[in-house]
């Protein structure tokens, strides 16, 4: 079996520009979409990331204002700022950048960035919210599972779905986001008895959980489609996803590649999230 590779590009360059457009459109009639990205962290990688968020935002016509806090703030310095954001008119998105410094939680942060602007669910509220059918920003990267998906015309309805990963940064939520397009969906985790017996159920396999090369081929149903969430650099600077590649294309119908998969459509989801929360 040859595996198709379903790339995140295209659809990335796509939702890129109808942004650019409704960004456009609102600056037009006086309002300039605004994203501020809160970093307290000295991680490099981090860094990284956030600088290419601000590339990107710049690209399509919003302004990214980096809020460096320092690796050393503390946890109410950091709930004061995204508060202050909150209650700014002048800025729509919110994004807490993570790794935080000892002592700060994200899931304690969070409730402090108003759900209108927490572009990237965050928020506890935002996640209940989402778990409960409501209108909220649902977390971009398990935005991206499903955009991905639909943009290379997986059905979802019906099928099987396992998402291996728990967390309320992509588990959780992509596990609703697949119930809402009536999928029926299985989550795994760390404590997940003979895991292989599980995933290998799935007509669509979901790895989010953060271990380079954890899913191989005896993972993966014959004709599964396999979305790889995880971004794990290896010592030379590469980088790789929770699914062994070379084992899992034997098996699958399709696989997402990494880097070039989740991650661009990642980025350009939060963006659009911006422009749409200036547009409310």
Known sequence: MSASIMSGKELAA???????????????????????????????????????IARAAEKVGIVCDIVDLGADASADAIRTTLAELSADERTH????????PGGAALEDLASAISPDKDVDGANPLSLGRLAAGLTAFAPATAE????????????????????VGRSTVVGKPAAHLLLDRHATVTICHS?????????????VLVAAVGRAGLITGEHVKPGAVVVDVGTNPTDSGDLVGDVD?????????????????VGPVTTALLLRHTVQAATR
């Not at 404590?191 to 007509?203: M, S």
């Not at 590649?245 to 998969?261: D, M, W």
């Open 93 to 100: 998105g919110i994004i807490l950048q993570t790794p935080l």
């Open 191 to 203: 404590r997940t008895r003979d895991l292989a017996a599980v995933t290998a159920q799935g007509d």
């Open 144 to 163: 991206a599972v499903v955009a991905i998906l639909d943009h290379h015309k997986v059905d979802l309805h019906g099928r099987h779905a396992v998402v």
């Open 245 to 261: 590649a070379s084992s899992a294309l034997e098996r699958a119908a399709a696989i997402t590649p990494v880097p070039g998969g």
């Open 14 to 52: 796509e939702i890129r520009a109808e942004t650019a457009d409704r960004a456009a459109k609102l600056a037009a009639a006086g309002t300039q979409p605004k994203l501020a990205v809160v970093v307290a962290t000295a991680d490099e990688s981090s860094a990284w990331y956030v600088r290419s």
